[in-house]
């Protein structure tokens, strides 16, 4: 490794703090959502639990991540993505231009490319890609340590490494820096206040229309909590035997004819309203130890490597990417008969 990258590398080393549990969160939280592209709370918060060994990790504690970060909306969540792609990739083909006549060309045009709009997750998310893109080529070894920096390191610092790191493949790419660089570095930390400001607008729209989202999402989990006797589920349960009923030519006597028109519409607000069942009644499937933390499980326990067949008693419920409530199984018990019988 050259020894200007172990200079970079020793001086960021020593920055890491000796408390990084909430970086390490951020660093698999951008793992999860704009390099894996998981897209529910379940997934990502069990993504996170399982990397860091996590025993409680909340679907609110996640949120409010998620908030902070600025990942809850998921165009936002796509356009960061394509950004951190296009220009990891233009400093990856920098590093890789090690004296050629292209160099200095790639250098400036990523110092324009990264200039108006790199906000602090961008930059951790950009080394990120770096990162898994260098594992297993000449830049193996510097790969493994920056992960370490990386994973530890608070979003704000690793906007400055970010920095320092392409200005480091510069200096081994033997590009001298013009004397109005430093007028760019003014420049670009202008660029990134006026960006700052207009992303702490985006941030209280966003906070707006959270609490919006927080107060339905709390309505409906009131609604089909154990008090209100799953009034979600119980709706749910009644238009599927409704819907039985009527393939069976069931006729409604005149006056409960309107108990299954109020319920189909019911139905139809919630569809509306974008609140949608994770399951279907009575559907079976098989489930293991692992995928069972995703129901609510009646049955016997589970043993190692065993699985289940269960029916599906209750749809659970989702909306705006939050689980209302877990679909509920029990276990089926097949009844085996032996010859003769």
Not at 34 to 58: A, G, H, M, Q, V
Not at 194 to 217: F, G, M, N, P, Y
Request: charged share 30%; glycine share 2%.
């Amino acid at each position: 490794m050259d020894a200007r990258l172990n200079i970079l590398l020793q001086k960021y080393y020593s920055k890491i703090p000796e408390k990084n549990l909430t970086s390490q969160i951020d660093y698999y939280l951008i793992e999860s959502v704009l390099l894996n592209k998981n897209e529910t709370l379940t997934d990502i918060r069990f993504y996170i639990k399982k990397k860091l060994n996590l025993r409680f990790f909340s679907n609110d504690e996640l949120l409010v991540k998620m908030r902070f970060l600025r990942l809850t909306n998921r165009d936002r969540q796509q356009r960061i993505t394509n950004e951190v792609e296009k220009v990891a990739g233009m400093v990856l083909r920098f590093m890789n231009s090690s004296y050629s006549n292209n160099s200095e060309k790639y250098f400036h045009e990523l110092k324009q490319a990264i200039t108006p709009r790199m906000t602090y997750v961008f930059s951790k998310a950009i080394l990120q890609v770096i990162i898994k893109n260098i594992r297993n080529n000449k830049f193996s070894d510097l790969a493994s340590s920056l992960d370490e920096i990386v994973g530890k390191m608070d979003l704000k610092t690793c906007n400055y490494l970010l920095k320092d790191f392409i200005n480091t493949f510069a200096d081994i790419n033997g590009i001298i820096r013009r004397d109005d660089d430093e007028k760019d570095d003014l420049k670009t930390a202008l660029d990134i206040s006026k960006q700052e400001i207009e992303s702490l607008k985006e941030e209280i729209e966003e906070i707006r229309d959270a609490k919006i989202t927080e107060a339905i999402v709390s309505f409906l989990k009131e609604l089909n909590s154990t008090q209100n006797n799953y009034l979600l589920d119980q709706f749910s349960i009644s238009a599927s035997t409704i819907k039985k009923l009527k393939k069976s030519n069931y006729i409604f006597p005149d006056q409960l004819e309107s108990i299954p028109v109020n319920i189909r519409l019911f139905i139809k607000f919630l569809e509306n309203l974008g609140v949608k069942p994770i399951a279907k009644i009575n559907d079976r499937l098989t489930i293991d130890l692992e995928s069972s933390e995703n129901y609510e499980y009646m049955g016997t326990p589970f043993e190692d490597n065993d699985s289940k067949t269960v029916e599906i008693i209750r749809p659970g419920w989702k909306y705006a990417g939050e689980i209302i409530s877990k679909p509920e199984v029990r276990e089926v018990f097949e009844n085996k008969t032996t010859e003769g019988e």
